[in-house]
Nanobody
Framework: QVELVEFGGELVQTGGSLRLSCVASGLTFSNYAMSWSRQAPGKEREFVAAISRSGRRINYADSVKGRFTISRDNAKNTVFLQMYSLNPEDTAVYYC?????????????????WGQGTHVTVSS
């Protein structure tokens, strides 16, 4: 049974930073590209970042480029999202996903497995 579990979401102040993690089990982690997406209240889920199987290739949404960093530790079956300079527009439930295609240029429909999400709230 494949399971992705996110950790780290919490309430932070505008301008603050936060590090999210997602631990995967039930799959061969290094065979999957990993991604982060988010869903704000009343909005559709949107792509945030993706990282290739080796970690060599990375893709970011324009809205987070320069502020967020995605990374992975294949030995720990974990993908991270380091977030800096947070603002209220970043408030959302953040989900990690696993994609067997291995591409970092994916749509949400390409995600094979999703985590349950972790809630990030940025206060103004």
């Amino acid at each position: 049974q494949v399971e992705l579990v996110e950790f780290g979401g919490e309430l932070v102040q505008t301008g603050g930073s936060l590090r999210l993690s997602c631990v995967a089990s039930g799959l061969t982690f290094s065979n999957y590209a990993m991604s982060w997406s988010r869903q704000a209240p009343g909005k559709e889920r949107e792509f945030v970042a993706a990282i290739s199987r080796s970690g060599r290739r990375i893709n970011y949404a324009d809205s987070v480029k320069g502020r967020f960093t995605i990374s992975r530790d294949n030995a720990k079956n974990t993908v991270f999202l380091q977030m800096y300079s947070l603002n209220p527009e970043d408030t959302a439930v953040y989900y990690c996903g696993a994609e067997r295609s291995g591409s970092v240029y994916v749509t949400l429909a390409d995600v094979d497995y999703w985590g349950q999400g972790t809630h990030v709230t940025v206060s103004s």
